[in-house]
């Protein structure tokens, strides 16, 4: 919204933040290293949002929110991606860590089996599903706004926690220690998680983006949180089937502790590698295993005829959540 069309008050209040001895006596409260500086940058508009930079102060409705840095994201062994459109904050108000999220699109088409998906990145949607899940304990909190040209900016309360991904990475021992100690408390939370998607799909919204790095383990409450519903995709079958089939791919994470490799299997000689056939493996990532009980038979039949609907040798694929958690319900640990 220009800034013009703002509410007097809001108005009011820009005009007092922005000048630089405010700025400076609310980051002196918060960050006494930083308020030696006799000027601060500030930005209404975040179009450009490599302008919006370390040290800036970033207002939104009046309300003024330091810069720290871009927001990382390291996946499977690679290297920290820098998201220059993800900026972590802190509110000058109330000293609270945030995550600001500017305006970025993208598209590209993803492709499960012979189903292909239209991607793209929205932040209306997000914006949307925000105010659809406030409150709710498994997702991420926050609210969204818009900066002075209209971008719609979503500022998200920081979690505390580290990301599933990375705490099933950090586990140590063998997986049959695993799947019996940490595994059925890991179960019993995911399918939480896994109820929270079903509540965003009965309100006609889906996540978009699900994998397992998405999910943050909240370091107070224990609970995990669903985070970064800003892609969205253009079905060309089932509204619901990416989003299923992501849920189906960390499953498989969580029940293998971890990725199980084909080609890893045979280069280690794996006694059950006469065993696999191309129907075993993931129907998304083909040179992962879905057919765990091959290679850790203790894994209950219920459990692994749940990851099989996952596999390339499924003839028959979930199309409702509801479908998914009825099967989970059914698995004894």
Known sequence: MPVDRLPPESRSAL??????????????????????????????????????????????????????NNAKEGRFGLDDQEKFWVKRAVDLESG??????????????????????DCFRSPRKEARILGRVAGHPHFMQGFATFDSRGNIIRVLDFIYGKSLYDTIEEMAGSHRTYFYNDFPVIFDRFKACIEAIGYLHARGEKHGDIRRDHIIIDRESGHYRWIDFDFNYRPRENIYGYDLFGIGNILIYLTGK???????????????????????????????????KKIYPYVPESLNRILLHFSVGANWHYEHVDQLLEDLARVSL
């Not at 129907?283 to 765990?292: E, K, M, Q, S």
């Open 96 to 117: 609270q860590r945030k995550i600001i999220k500017l305006v970025f699109y993208e598209q590209f088409t993803a492709h499960i089996g012979n189903i292909a998906f």
């Open 15 to 68: 005009t007092a933040v922005t000048t630089d001895e405010a700025i400076s006596q609310r980051v002196a409260t918060w960050f006494p290293s930083l308020a030696d500086r006799r000027r601060y940058r500030c930005h209404t508009d975040a179009t450009d949002f490599y302008r919006v930079d370390y040290g800036d102060v970033l207002i939104l409705d009046g309300r003024p929110y330091l810069i720290l």
């Open 258 to 292: 971890g990725d199980l490799l084909v080609p890893d299997l045979f280069r280690r000689a794996h006694p059950s590698i006469g065993r696999l056939t191309s129907r075993d493996r993931n129907i998304v990532f083909h040179h992962r295993l879905a057919n765990l």
